[in-house]
């Protein structure tokens, strides 16, 4: 899949990061969707659908866990990048929680967005069963 047949989906209440993001997937050539929370998240995904879902673990409304698991039961072959900058240092990892409710992979915030490009375009050129 070209970057040009793309669609990723960003979830994450930072406005700032969201912006970011958007714009480096753009540059790529990907077309972008944006949310602020998880239920408005979801509501895109289930009107537009996405071929990339990016999601922030700690949002108002929906929290990030329960967005991958609504995502997973409505759309199982959905391909999940979990993100987070909170919980690393705390007696719980949330990235690893994220796994196991789903996420096709984890990032820990603050990232370089080479390393997010790269696992998208990884996650695009994955048979759509996996």
Do not use: C, N
Not at 43 to 58: N, P
Not at 105 to 116: A, G, I, Q, Y
Request: net charge negative; no cysteine; hydrophobic share 45%.
């Amino acid at each position: 899949m070209t970057p040009s047949d793309a669609r990723i989906l960003v979830i994450d209440d930072d406005a700032t990061l969201r912006s970011a993001v958007r714009r480096i997937l753009e540059r790529a050539g990907y077309d972008v969707l944006e949310a602020g929370d998880g239920d408005a998240g979801l509501r895109l995904h289930q009107e537009q659908g996405a071929d990339v879902v990016i999601v922030d673990i700690f949002m108002p409304e929906r929290d990030g866990l329960e967005l991958i698991r609504d995502l997973r039961a409505t759309s199982p072959q959905a391909k999940i990048i979990a993100m987070s900058g909170g919980g690393r240092s705390g007696k719980i990892d949330l990235l690893k929680d994220a796994a196991v409710f789903g996420a096709s992979r984890t990032l820990w915030k603050p990232f370089e967005m080479t390393e997010l490009l790269a696992m998208v375009r990884e996650l695009l050129q994955q048979d759509p069963a996996r």
